[in-house]
Structures are given as C-alpha cells and as structure tokens.
C-alpha cells in the first residue's frame, strides 16, 4: 500500500507506518464526519494503547484502590472487584491480545499495548508479556480461561504466570 504496512488494527481505525516512520490512519465503518474523506491520511501518533486525552484511564475511584506493593506483588480492594468486571470492556480496551505458539501449538497469550496507567499495567502487567496461566488455569484453554474469569469474584488472592522478556515470573495480587 504504498510503502506503508499494518501497524495497528482498532476496531474503527487501522494504523499504517511507512519504513520512515511516517504513520497514516484509515477509518473504517461508519459515516465519516461532514467535510471529511475516508481516504487514509497523515496523522498524528496512534492512540490504540495511549490515554488519548485521557479517555482511557483507569478512572481513580479504581486506581486508587490498587496497591503495589513490590514489583510482583499487589492488593486490591474487594470492592474494586465488582468495579472492573463491570467496566472490563472499557478498562481492557487498549489491550490487544495474541495467542502464543511454541510449535504448532498455543502456549499462551501475549499482551501488547499495555501503558503502565491502564489497569493491566496498574497489576503489573508489561508491554509484551506472554500470559500462561491465573491461579493455575491455563489461559490458552478456553474452557479453563473461563473457569477462572467465574472465580475471580470469590478468589482471595491471584496468581499470574507469565513470561516477561523470556523469564517465567509470578505477579501475585492479594484481594482484601
């Protein structure tokens, strides 16, 4: 497409970066806004995983429920719970998930557009890490992915495996 490649896929918008690092969006879907073409043209740095004016923070009354305690370990307020399964869709928005593969098969997910404000990376959560398994449900397994998410609720504390810049580490989130 004239030079430029996919760099990113929303679910209104494609991104597209030439090798000189000029980025370009097109719209699609929708009508577009009076006085406007749908053609892809220049613009400004893509807002996929950004705060683009601040939209997609994770609104305080949860940040400020959310505390770190090291690097691999934090506590979450009970009520804070209830908040997130709630607003999932909104709050995991920036996030894009890709399935893993070792082989021919899915070992994992690996998670990309994670900003340390957004609420993945308020858990500890970083850009590029691959998700195996939480409390020991393997997330791959749709089944057990599920199981889990039903779990959450009532759980006490949370085990996140995953690997981060090829290590296997834990981020342990205790829930009071």
């Known amino acids: ?60 009354e949860i940040a400020s429920k959310i505390h770190k305690i090291s690097d691999t370990h934090y506590e979450v307020e009970r009520s ?43 858990l500890g959560l970083e850009n590029g890490d691959q998700l195996l398994s939480v409390n020991g449900f393997d997330i791959h397994d749709p089944q057990k992915a599920l199981e889990a998410y039903t779990r959450l609720r009532a759980a006490d504390q949370l085990t996140v495996s995953i690997v981060r810049r090829g290590k296997p580490t834990n981020i342990d989130v205790g829930i009071k």
């Not at 980025?23 to 400004?44: H, I, L, M, N, T």
């Not at 719970?81 to 909104?90: G, M, N, P, T």
């Open 1 to 60: 497409m004239n030079g430029y490649k996919v760099h990113d896929i929303g679910w209104d918008t494609v991104w597209l970066m030439s090798g000189s690092n000029q980025r370009c969006q097109a719209k699609v879907g929708g009508k577009p806004p009076p006085g406007k073409s749908v053609s892809a043209g220049p613009a400004s740095e893509p807002p996929p995983a950004s705060t683009a004016k601040g939209k997609r923070k994770v609104p305080a």
């Open 80 to 122: 804070v719970i209830d908040q997130i399964l709630e607003k999932q869709a909104d709050l995991m928005r920036s996030v894009r998930v890709v399935p893993a593969k070792e082989g021919d098969k899915t070992s994992g997910l690996q998670l990309y557009g994670i900003r340390p404000d957004s609420l993945l990376g308020m």
